[in-house]
């Protein structure tokens, strides 16, 4: 059993709670707040060398009981090649957001309640990633949530407050509906524990389980997961909730906590449910296994998600519209490969759906966020995010258009950006599934290419507006001269604020720059993000070993073994 599973968990709820308890002095809570960012990145860090490190071996699975209750009688905390993989993710965005939000947030607002909120809402990223059981799945789902809920009805406007209710009342009802699968599936399956049910659901007739209703169940479960991670049609409350909320906060929604939706698809479908066998056919849909059912259900939900989107992106009139209707095309191009990967006819084609999924996620998460807290400081800076209000910015702040281009281009996928191997890893994956012969592949890459076009359309018309063209009257009043990093622009106000905004809006570019710079460090070295992603795609596809591990790892105890679960 060992301790560092629980690391990033802990230095999280740490630094909440010491950012609640410093809260009456601005200076020791931001360095609380920051400090424990970078521990969070560091524990983190520490657990992906645990566990994936060296790159191109197998990875290990790393499992903490707590209490030293065994599972599957208590709570387990696992961490694999995909769990640490999403964490670094999670370190990362996470760092980057908070030094963006301590320039961006007023002091008042820092002050009031936005540290604590921030790093309770990576707790529960954090719990998503790590637990073991399907019932802390929720209890962790709720923490990250209900954080999420205040960070979005932050200004406390009519329109912030209309999203923010959206956002809540759409996220009880997932939640509802989530905790009601879930006593379903306990029900059925007689344990909560995540390796349990999967060596359950692999001798049903040992356990006395019908397997239609755990897979009736896993479709409600799925439809709650995907209302997380915003595909379609459960993609409403998207484009209002991230508009409402600061950047910084959407940052981490569209980089971080939108993950964890799609983690737990990869989690519970691919690495537990995959080990029930049963025979299917429904709606034209057939197959031997649960992901026969779900891979087609993921690819109509993919191809609606990416076409939806995209097309959304094209139409909107402002920047912060069109990278959340982007969002929602983006998570389609996330769910695509597993879709691939669901029904391949093949366990290479299986691993490379699953990698392709996991690099196309981890590059969305660097390349929204950073797109997000560029048109944060456009609307700092210029006061607007409308398309008819911007223009000739490429020429009035220079280092923070530079920033832009590169996230667009990561998304767009232009090598040497990271982007470009995500995107022709979905390519490959569908492709080889069609050299394969298998149905719908041919289908699948159509629905790529129409995305990778639509994707060039929508960033190629946020850029000739927003960044070239005729400098608008609006652009002119707030940047008369040029402004970039290092340099005091003509929006600084006048007085002892000047040199604090100009302090603050360079630390914000500067967050800009160093995202891009990720993007293109992380293209250059792409090998060893393969090999990471490809280590957590083998480790979401290794039922058997997430099994052994768990129940049968060191620190278990013989009954766990024999077979047991909840009284």
Known sequence: MSTLVIAPLLVALVTAILTLLVRPSDILQRTVSLLGSVAYLVATALLFDAVVLPLGSESDILVYQVSNWAAPFGITLVADGLSAFMLVLSGLVSLLALVYSIAFISGY?????????????VVGVTGSFLTGDIFNLFVWFEVMLMSSYILVLFYSGREHTRAALNYVVLNLIGSAVMLVAIGGLYSTTGTLN???IARRLAEPAAYDIALLPVLGLSAVLFSVFALKAGMVPFQFWVPAAY???????????????????????????FTIFAAASVDLSFLGISGDSFLGFFGPVMFVMATASILFGGFGAVGRSDLDGILAYSSISQVGFIILPLAVAATAPSEAIAVLGVTA?????FNHGIAKSLLFLASGTIQDVVGSDQLSDLGGLANRA???????????????GVPPLSGFFGKFLVFQAAAEALAAGAAGSALALAVALAGAILTIAYY???????FWGTTTDLVDAALPARWSLGTRGAAMTDGGQRELERLELTTQVTVVVVLAVAAIGFGIGFEAVFSAAEAAARAALDTNGYVDAVLHGPGVGAEAGAGGGHA
């Open 243 to 269: 508009r409402a909320a600061p950047a910084p906060v959407t940052a981490m929604l569209a980089g971080v906590v939108k993950k964890v939706g799609v983690y737990a698809i990869i989690r519970l479908y």
């Open 109 to 121: 607002g820092q002050r009031l309640s936005y540290h604590p909120l921030y790093h309770f809402m």
């Open 357 to 361: 999924s996991i690099v196309y996620a």
């Open 460 to 466: 190629t018309r946020a850029w000739n507006q927003v």
């Open 194 to 196: 995540m390796a349990d």
């Open 398 to 412: 220079p280092v923070l258009a530079a920033g832009f281009f590169l996230g667009a281009l990561t998304l767009i």
